[in-house]
């Protein structure tokens, strides 16, 4: 499927953030646009979660240029989800629209937890829980979409299930998509876009032009896996 794209819904240019003496972000520069998804790699402590939680407004102290155009959601690694309100509940909280309950009732059912929304958090799986996770995101109608490592706590077959999911809910709605991630080979299978991050820059940025449904092993994608497992510093010894 052919991604169609319009303008940018968010543009960085020259972030920076500090905390004390250390820099974790010197000088990014980063456009996202509309319809477009993409991942961001990196090693641990990179700053991959640090620029994702400048783009959700949730770090006032960055320096540069930041724009976002129109309304963002995020979906972290933990659902986050209010253990003492019901599922619908959690996905409708704060939401401003005529009527909160049939809103989270729609977005519940578009990730399959349409009988959900009468349950409490922790009676989900961690897949269903991601998936209320993703309905609460999406509910908001976000153009842009941030999504912080939300697959890395579950196992292979539920992530698969989940993955799919994302693909299908990213090409009926066509929010831009930052995906966070530590895998390579999920980054290759899901985006346009393929970026590291090291040393507080984006130091590669690599398109994504495979047809999908993706397989691991098309010579372009196994080119692009080596590609980024050496920006990443990682030589082929270190993987499995």
Do not use: C, Y
């Amino acid at each position: 499927m052919a991604t169609r794209l319009s303008g940018p819904v968010t543009r960085v240019e020259g972030l920076t953030r500090r905390f004390g003496d250390r820099t974790v972000l010197d000088g990014v520069d980063l456009e996202i646009r509309r319809g477009e998804f993409v991942a961001l790699l990196g090693r641990s402590g990179s700053g991959k979660s640090t620029l994702l939680r400048a783009l959700a407004g949730l770090d006032s102290g960055t320096g540069g240029r930041l724009a976002v155009e129109g309304t963002v959601a995020v979906a972290f690694q933990e659902p986050r989800l209010v253990p003492w309100k019901r599922v619908a509940a959690n996905v409708a909280l704060g939401l401003d629209v005529p009527d909160p309950a049939a809103a989270a009732r729609a977005a519940l059912a578009e990730v399959g937890l349409a009988d959900h929304g009468r349950a409490w958090p922790l009676t989900l799986s961690g897949g269903e829980a991601q998936r209320a996770s993703l309905a609460r995101a999406l509910v908001r109608r976000p153009d842009l979409l941030l999504l912080d490592e939300p697959f890395s706590a579950l196992d292979a077959l539920t992530r698969i299930t989940i993955h799919r999911l994302v693909l299908e809910l990213w090409a009926r709605h066509r929010p831009g998509i930052l995906l966070v991630t530590h895998d390579v080979d999920e980054a290759l299978l899901l985006a346009d876009r393929v970026l590291v991050l090291a040393d507080g820059r984006i130091t590669h940025d690599s398109r994504v032009d495979v047809a999908r449904p993706r397989h691991r092993d098309h010579p372009e994608l196994l080119a692009l896996r080596a590609a980024l497992l050496t920006a990443l510093g990682v030589t082929p010894e270190e993987t499995p």
